[in-house]
């Protein structure tokens, strides 16, 4: 409501944010990227509590989508940001939402199992989070393999499926006949093969030979499903280190039971938000 006398009391960014990837790999209009580059990341709303607690919003990938549309109105289509850019942008949600600029994490010793409460700094993390190379390209044989970052569409829809196949394995346990138990733990397996070969092949950009460079992503994905074994497994590799360098470095903790150091991952999801 644009006469709303209360409107000068409505939130504000309190944190600026420059995207790991600067702004590439996103569709045209699906980002509003400021001369400067930097994103005004405003703080979460009760409404965005309500959200990122509904359990299908979580499920589906809603909450985030609906965290991001709220939190950053410069991201046009939140379906678009890429896995490069999204631990980032929840961080800085989270930071700006924050008055300490601090988040708690719960951990467990590996050596005495004591558990502890850490606070980390959200900033460091931030500052820590790179752009991974998607510039240099796998070299096999007279093969050139270019990447690229995967959407947070193209990654939700793969989670789904996988969640969808962990509870088909759950219910062959219930499966009395061996064969039929069999047989569906093939075409499980068969399933989960052929999801993973249809991500790596959405991030291939392309393959180039020395005669044609192929873009076609069934080209591709057919490719995949036929070299060599070791040939798919340099591909699969390379893929996953490149991710591997976008994602939160794991943060080291001392026990203050037995004074035991150790590394431990940090994710976050969006009912990590909220106190």
């Not at 970052?149 to 793969?158: H, Y």
Request: glycine share 4%; with cysteine.
């Amino acid at each position: 409501m644009e006469n709303n006398p209360l409107k000068q009391y409505f939130r504000r960014p309190s944190v600026y944010m420059k995207l790991p990837s600067g702004g590439a790999g996103y569709p045209e209009g699906a980002l509003d990227l400021p001369d400067n580059g930097e994103l005004p990341i405003y703080p979460m709303t009760a409404i965005d509590e309500i959200t990122a607690r509904t359990p299908d919003a979580l499920f589906n990938g809603t909450a985030v989508v609906e965290l991001i549309r709220s939190c950053v109105p410069n991201i046009k289509d939140p379906w678009a940001v890429t896995n490069v850019d999204l631990d980032a942008l929840l961080v800085a949600i989270k930071a700006a939402s924050s008055p300490s600029g601090e988040m708690d994490v719960e951990s467990q010793c590996p050596k005495c199992e004591d558990v502890s409460t850490f606070k980390i700094v959200l900033g460091g993390i931030l500052a820590g989070l790179t752009n991974p190379d998607f510039d240099t390209e796998l070299e096999v044989g007279d093969l050139s393999i270019k990447f690229r970052p995967l959407s947070f569409k193209e990654v939700n829809q793969a989670s789904i499926e996988q969640f969808d196949l962990q509870r088909m394995f759950a219910s062959l346990e219930n499966m009395t006949d061996e064969d039929q138990k069999s047989k569906a733990m093939q075409e499980a397996l068969a399933r989960i093969t052929n999801l993973t070969m249809v991500l790596l092949s959405k991030s291939i950009v392309h393959i180039k030979t020395p005669s044609i460079p192929v873009t076609e992503l069934d080209y591709i994905l057919d490719f995949l499903q036929h070299c060599d074994r070791n040939l798919y497994i340099q591909i699969r590799d390379y893929s996953s280190k490149i991710r591997e360098q976008s994602e939160i470095k794991p943060m080291t903790f001392t026990c203050a039971s037995c004074s035991h150091q150790y590394e431990q991952s940090i994710t976050l999801n969006p009912t990590d938000f909220f106190e």
